[in-house]
């Protein structure tokens, strides 16, 4: 995907949270791979760990949507209560790069 490309997907992300979050990973080497199953969605995925670091980002949301990793590889909404993330939280995008990281 060219860098033109991959600059007008980040920016058409509708929630600016979820788009800062996609765009420090995407500066981090991330890239972005269609779902497999639904067209409205995306996931990014990181070549160094080979695997997919987010899912299910839905680029229209106003609210924001994303899946985390939780556990065997299984993905849940960030709003699931085993993840606890609230986006209207301040240190929400930090939380979530941290959990990334991991």
Known sequence: MANEEVIKKVESIANPK???IVRICVEQGCRFKPH????NL?????????KNV????????????????????RFKSFRNEVIGL?????????RVLN???R
């Open 18 to 20: 979820v788009r800062n």
């Open 36 to 39: 497999p199953s639904n067209p």
């Open 42 to 50: 995306v996931n990014l995925f990181d070549p160094a760990r080979r």
């Open 54 to 73: 987010i899912g299910d980002i839905n680029l229209s949301s106003s609210r924001g949507y994303f899946t985390l990793e939780v556990e065997n590889g």
């Open 86 to 94: 609230d986006i209207d939280e301040a240190e929400f995008e930090e």
């Open 99 to 101: 959990r990334i990281k």
